[in-house]
């Protein structure tokens, strides 16, 4: 092991010199938009080493934190469009608009590989007197303002299954603010919140491990790897016309990147998608994989914007418009 | 069987056992170097070790994090240059120590009771993991919240000759913490609309300048004074030594397990409030604190080992991690194709059992490791200072730069050394300042969750607070400790005796 190390950071070190003729032919930069132990960087850290092995380069991930994930996204945005410098992020950028966050989206950028989707799902504390999502309403409904939601701050995964939530049925509930889904779960398993909504992938081991009791899977259809976890379909059917709605993780370069390079890149993800180990990490974290790229990516990116941000601005969570910038009202 | 077998895999592979020495080694100058983290070297290790089968990589990580904690003292006893935040108490007695020509001892005790720290926590993970994850993760906002407060009446022991010092310096601390956009609501907080303000200020890099910069700006008054002759004697502490300390080194370990536990706090928060028990329970000091006291090096050191133990308590039993390392070591369990959760512990118990043992390793490591080469570490504090303050410089900028590869930390660390220097001169301690930053959004953002969970009535707060046991416990220390520093106190106390 001790030589296949050094063997390694020998190689890391001849990587570095431009050997190579063709793209890539020295070290690309990786800027991961959010923090080391998240769901992006873990996907992110997952599929490159299998990207790198189509690629035929070394790709260095960086996590460039902060801002909601816009200081990252902004460093990619002000590298030359080589293709050296890549970006991973997740859906954040597609409402920084309407939250005033940035001026920049991935209408700056191209589409290498939508990789996944993440499943929304609504849990609840173990000792939480609902078992199921119809309860809850009814419980919030005698008990104005006593339940406690876990939230992430407007724009994130809680805020908008909330305003799905309350464009249906309006619900009297606190909010509690943490610093992601990760403390909030944390918080919801100690009792300090009743009702998180969280990513699937976040809450899965919690729900298999009783820690903590599902309430709703926010999809149309049930989960593979819970399948006795009711959709929220099929307690309230209105809900059908906003779904399926998530999370996704994609991988991006600067807009105006030689037409070769993109080719290549979008062709080592998508290879990488496909490979099995990576397939059993998306599936066993509960993401769905899209592996999406070109035309279909950029109608997905679209269409997510549309939605979501249409469904805060008539929450009232956002500082402008959506029409301000072009966003139709889907 | 399936236990000791467990334990066993990491002490007979020659590899493992390579990886764990090798790792520790490398994260005691990780850890040593200002600006370069353990997170960043684990989260480095995550890619570097992909391909690798998951007890390698996990050995090499492991090694890296017991290693790295420790390491921090190094650099903060030597230069008054804390490696990493967790070792910013032990620059506070270490650093004048190295003064007085006792580096080398200083960084003996140092090591022993790392090691006496980290064992302990080692062992409540092994022994009491369930029964401790479901205590920490119990802990509510407002529980947090006192727990800030108690760290924050440190400032009173911080202060030195004057209190309102102390507390101007304190308060401008939280203020620096409080710059950035605010998690909770994504709302710009002192960042009069620029994107560098956005992501806060770099408290590393605060701290870097803050202590490393000043302290050699300081130096520069007194540039041809001649370096103090270390006295290179004993580097091993006796036992009468360590066992005098013992007692405190137990109580400090068991802090620092615990705090270590909580989902919401580390290493540096564990050493700062384990550095305040120590200034409280040590009635008569041979040296004050603050100007060399041994008790002001064991507390902080076992209690920020002893966190290590304890940040894998909620991962192995909850999957929810203790601190920032852990949080990158369960992403790596995912790639590695495991599942952390509540599950881990009755699917894979051997995963268990290898990560104790490992951790045991490499604390072993981490003795021997830190009792070599120190007489020639401590040659470093011999230097001219004319060559010596070169040095500082050189590292507080290649330590702020690599904080984040941005040039403007670097600007922020000289900025803020300057700032230091000036408050220095003017007999503000910096020790408030630094301890502000880092409990300011502890504080703020658990002030807030617990208003709001509480439907922002101070009564039901209050309510709340009285009628649970951790909270009511906490709160009366915080009154407790708060009113013992006033004179009304004294008046009580002595109408009685009288």
Known sequence: MLKSVIGAVVALGLGALPVLADYPEKEIQGIIQWGAGGSTDTVARAITPHAEAALGGNIVMQNVTGGVGAIGLNQVADAEADGYSILF?????????????????????????????????????????????????????????????????????????????????????????????????????????????????????????????????????????????????????????????????????????????????????????????????????????????????????????????????????????????????? | MDVLQSLLIPIIDLKLLGLIALGTFAGIYVGAIPGLSVTMAVSILISFTFSWEVYPALALMIGIYMGGVYGGSRTAILLNIPGAPAAIATALDGYPLAQKGLAGEAIGIVTVVSFIGGFIGILALALFAPLLADFAIRFQPRDYMLLAVLGILLVGSLSGDSLVKGIFAGALGIGLGSVGMDPLTYTERFTFGTDALRSGVSFVAVMIGMFGISEGLMQLHTVNTAAVKQKIGRIIPSWPLVRKHLPLGLQTSSI???????????????????????????????????????????????????????????????????????AIMIGALFIHGLNPGPMLMVEQPDMFWFIVSALGLANVFMLIFGLTGIKMFVKIVEMPRAMLLPVILLLSIVGAYAVSNSLADVYWMLGFGVFGYFLKLYGYPLGPVILGVILSRLLDDNWRRAIISDQESLWMLLKGTLASPLSLVLFVSVVLIFVSKTPLWGMIFRKKAG
Do not use: C
């Open chain 1, 89 to 330: 992020g997740a859906e954040n950028p597609l409402l920084y608009k309407v939250m005033k966050l940035g001026d920049k989206d991935y209408s700056d950028f191209v589409a290498i590989n939508i990789i996944a989707r993440g499943v929304p799902i609504l849990v609840a504390n173990v000792d939480a007197p609902f078992d199921t999502f119809p309860e809850m309403v009814e419980y919030v409904n005698a008990n104005p303002r006593a339940v406690k939601f876990g939230s992430t701050g407007p724009g994130g995964l809680p805020s908008v299954v909330t305003a799905m939530i309350n464009s249906k049925t309006p619900l009297d509930v606190t909010f509690v603010p943490y610093d992601g889904d990760g403390p909030a779960l944390t918080a919801l398993q100690g009792g300090a919140i009743d009702v998180m909504p969280a990513v699937l992938g976040a809450a899965i081991e919690g729900i298999k491990g009783g820690t903590m009791k599902p309430l709703a899977l926010f999809d149309i259809e049930a989960s593979p790897q819970l399948p006795d976890v009711p959709t929220i379909v099929s307690t309230n059917p209105e809900f059908e016309e906003m779904l399926p709605w998530g999370p996704f993780f994609g991988v991006f370069v600067k807009q105006g990147t030689p037409d070769d390079v993109v080719t290549k890149l979008t062709a080592a993800y998508a290879e990488a998608a496909k490979n099995p180990d990576f397939e059993a990490l998306i599936d066993g974290r509960g993401f769905k994989m899209l592996s999406l790229s070109g035309a279909e990516a950029d109608t997905f990116l679209s269409e997510w914007q549309a939605t979501t941000s249409w469904l805060i601005h008539d929450a009232g969570l956002t500082k402008a418009s959506p029409e301000e910038f072009g966003i139709a009202k889907p």
């Open chain 2, 256 to 326: 620092g397990t615990v705090i270590g536990a909580l989902p919401g706090t580390g290493g540096d928060i564990a050493a700062l409030i384990a550095y305040d028990h120590a200034t409280r329970v040590t009635r008569n000091p041979e040296v004050p604190f603050g100007k060399g006291a041994i008790e002001g090096l064991v507390a902080p050191e076992t209690a920020n080992n002893a966190a290590v133990g304890g940040a894998f308590i909620p991962m192995l039993t909850l999957g929810i991690p203790g601190d920032a390392v852990t």
